[in-house]
């Protein structure tokens, strides 16, 4: 008998598939096809009772388990160690803004493993570090669990900025399956696919949310279509398309399997007999669809890749994993393993166990395959490594993350006003702290001759070079930072072919705006792909080199008005493109040292933008604005003050009005200097200046200044 499918309530059978195993099409009259849904039977799930004695609020309901035949989720429960099969290891990914971490506040909330703690009154309670809380968006991977239906459910919120997305890649040796949450109004964006294709690579079968379906722009059936279009052209397998689709609002804090219950949860939303939904239906699908995880507790030695590192207080270094294979105590003897020699860096036992519930940290005795823990009582650990028994010698396979594709050079800032404001100022402190960061980012590579004070670091983008450097510079540190590069390299088949980095991004604008982006982008070797209207806006794709990204994001903002939305994802090395011309214009240059001075700036100001306010100190070689005119460079002197004479003349007194002067953000100045330029960062001052100081030496270096590619070549 041959499956049967469902297209738009309809039954359907399954076609067959051609000779060259592809799938023929059913013709239909839609234009745009709904997703073709297994009619596998779904088994029995158990019914969900709220508890009445301890509801937590009528907008987060409190769920548990049926209380004849399944254990407790007590708080009494957290710390010890479950049975494997009641175990459930799942990831939550998504594009950025798509609702991962709401849905997971809402889990665990639903669920009372915030109960009792101050975060049931917060939002976003997973982002806890300080800059995810100013930025909005998720930084670092998180480790949650909670308890329901007598299982153990071991979240990891993942971020969803295409820089971080080395966060996403190492989790996956952790679950085994995926949630995939997607915006039922924007639909599948770059990081969706980038996201998705890693879970897909890794054999994992994903459940998805199409989340936000309570606003008035979401379109579930178009977006039901789009994915199961991605996911056949990633080449996903049977099992895999036919994934379990729910419907949600996550910051309603509802979930639903079909359509009609949707529309029943909206339509209550404004009443005041408000529908009792709850996030029940995804938890059970986690229960019942994500299999629990493989591995061998008795009679195994036991293993631990580290995936993650975190920092304690009081124990040090702990490593963060999940157990492969044994189990483990507190007091056994340990060793941890390199990854991919074995050798043996260090030993010792554990000091500690921990399991993270909500947003605390459960201590515990003993752990087995299966569990995600955190372990203390070796400091030398590093990610990747395997932590496993005296008897192990041989270490746990770890996922390589994609390479970086831009670098920028970290040096000591030696400008005339370095040390004003800083205590971390010399090469050693800048070097070990960098050091420090690419044992917990692996997606970040520290290149280091240790002959000079300057190092390179590369990575995925100018967000996560932007946020190791804001986080370094509220640490107390003063750098020097020069533009962003791009990382060539040479074709293996032909030694004289470089290949370049080429990223892909989606564009959504209003259509009046589409023109001038195409323009833009098209002088900057992009390629279009796609145009389609989405909701009210036109939706572009393109493919292009990540050299005709690097400051556009400013030019974006001002061409679309601030209405434009722009997301890009590493895409692959391809041939490289060309040169592409130069966009942005030339610079004013300060040549004296003082206070800038509000009769100086004025007489500037009319020859383009200024950087700088009236009073602020400048130096010789500071870039102090931006010409209006194309062209060379022009130094100019914003410290001359006006001569003080008993002589009256007309329109003396007159009162001076300068353009209001916007402060620069990291990723602003990051984007926008010039190659012959570089990035002061104090902890309270963002300058622009020029790398060389000296005006006569800078306009000889100039003639003799090759481009990244020239150099390759040679």
Aim: net charge neutral.
């Amino acid at each position: 008998m041959q499956p049967v499918f469902r297209i738009a309530g309809r039954r359907l059978v399954r076609p067959a598939c051609g000779r060259n195993g592809s799938l023929n099409i059913l013709s239909t009259s839609a234009v745009v096809a709904p997703r073709l849904h297994s009619a596998r039977a779904v088994p029995e799930l158990p019914r969900i009772h709220s508890l009445g004695t301890r509801a937590l609020s009528s907008s987060a309901p409190c769920l548990s388990s049926p209380a004849s035949g399944a254990e407790s989720a007590s708080a009494i429960d957290l710390g010890d160690m479950v049975p494997m099969d009641r175990i459930r290891n799942v990831g939550i990914i998504a594009h950025v803004d798509h609702g991962k971490t709401t849905l997971v506040d809402c889990l665990l909330k639903q669920s009372g493993a915030l109960s009792g703690s101050t975060a049931m009154q917060e939002t976003r309670v997973m982002d806890s570090n300080a800059l995810e809380k100013e930025r909005g968006i998720t930084i670092l991977s998180k480790v949650t669990s909670l308890m329901y239906s007598g299982h153990r459910i071991n979240i990891i919120d993942t971020p969803g900025h295409a820089d971080f997305g080395g966060e996403v890649e190492r989790i996956l040796s952790m679950v085994d399956s995926v949630v995939l949450v997607v915006d039922a109004s924007e639909g599948p964006m770059a990081q969706t696919k980038f996201v998705l294709t890693k879970a897909l690579a890794r054999g994992l079968n994903p459940l998805v949310i199409l989340n936000k379906v309570d606003r008035p722009t979401s379109r579930p059936d178009e977006v039901d279509s789009e994915l199961l279009e991605l996911f056949l052209a990633l080449g996903a397998s049977d099992e895999q398309t036919g994934y379990e689709i729910m419907y949600a609002s996550a910051k309603e804090g509802w979930c639903a399997h079909d359509l009609d219950t949707v529309a029943k949860y909206v339509a209550a939303a404004g009443s005041a007999d408000k529908a009792d939904g709850s996030m029940a239906p995804l938890l059970d699908a986690i229960v019942a669809r994500v299999p629990p995880p493989a591995g061998q507790r008795d009679g195994a030695p036991f293993t631990m890749l580290v995936t993650q590192l975190e920092a304690n207080p009081y124990l040090g270094k702990c490593a963060l994993g999940r157990i492969t294979s044994g189990s483990v105590r507190v007091g056994d003897r340990i060793r941890v393993l390199e990854p991919g020699s074995g050798a043996v860096k260090e030993e010792g036992k554990v000091t500690k166990l921990f399991l993270r519930s909500g947003v605390q940290q459960i201590e515990m005795a003993q752990a087995g395959a299966g569990d995600v823990v955190s372990i203390s009582g070796v400091p030398s650990v590093s990610v990747n490594s395997t932590i496993a028994g005296p008897e192990v010698d041989q270490p746990l396979e770890f996922i390589p993350v994609d390479p970086p594709t831009i670098s920028v050079t970290f040096s000591v800032n030696d400008s005339p006003l370095a040390g004003r404001e800083g205590s971390q100022l010399t090469s050693g402190m800048i070097r070990e702290r960098l050091r420090r960061e690419a044992e917990t980012n692996v997606a970040l590579q520290i290149v280091d001759d240790g002959k000079s004070e300057a190092m390179e670091v590369r990575g995925r983008g100018e967000l996560q070079l932007s946020v190791l450097i804001e986080t370094m510079r509220r640490e107390g540190f003063e750098l020097s930072v020069t533009p962003p590069r791009v990382l060539f390299k040479r074709n293996p088949a032909n030694s004289r072919a470089i290949l370049e980095p080429f990223e892909e991004i989606t564009i959504d604008v209003d259509h009046q705006d589409s023109g001038v982006v195409i323009e833009k982008l098209t002088k900057r070797k992009g390629e279009l792909k796609s145009f389609t209207d989405v909701a009210d806006k036109a939706r572009l794709v393109f493919h292009i080199p990540t050299r005709g990204l690097l400051g556009y994001a400013s030019e974006f903002k001002n061409d679309t008005h601030g209405t434009g939305v722009m997301n890009h994802a590493f895409l692959r090395y391809d041939d490289y493109a060309g040169p592409i011309d130069k966009t942005r214009k030339s610079s004013m240059v300060c040549l004296s040292s003082g206070t800038a001075t509000a009769y100086a700036l004025n007489m500037i100001e009319p020859r383009g933008r200024l950087f700088v306010r009236s009073g602020d100190d400048v130096y010789p070689g500071m870039v102090v604005g931006e010409l209006s005119k194309d062209g060379t460079d022009l130094e100019v002197n914003p410290t001359k003050a006006k001569q003080l004479t008993n002589i009256r003349a007309a329109g003396k007194d007159d009162a001076i009005r300068l353009t209001p002067v916007r402060p620069w953000s990291l990723e602003e100045a990051i984007a926008y200097i010039n190659p012959d330029e570089a990035i002061e960062v104090t902890p309270t001052q963002i300058r622009l200046r020029k790398q060389i100081m000296d005006p006569v030496k800078r306009k000889q270096l100039s003639r003799k200044r090759v481009s990244d590619i020239d150099e390759l070549l040679e």
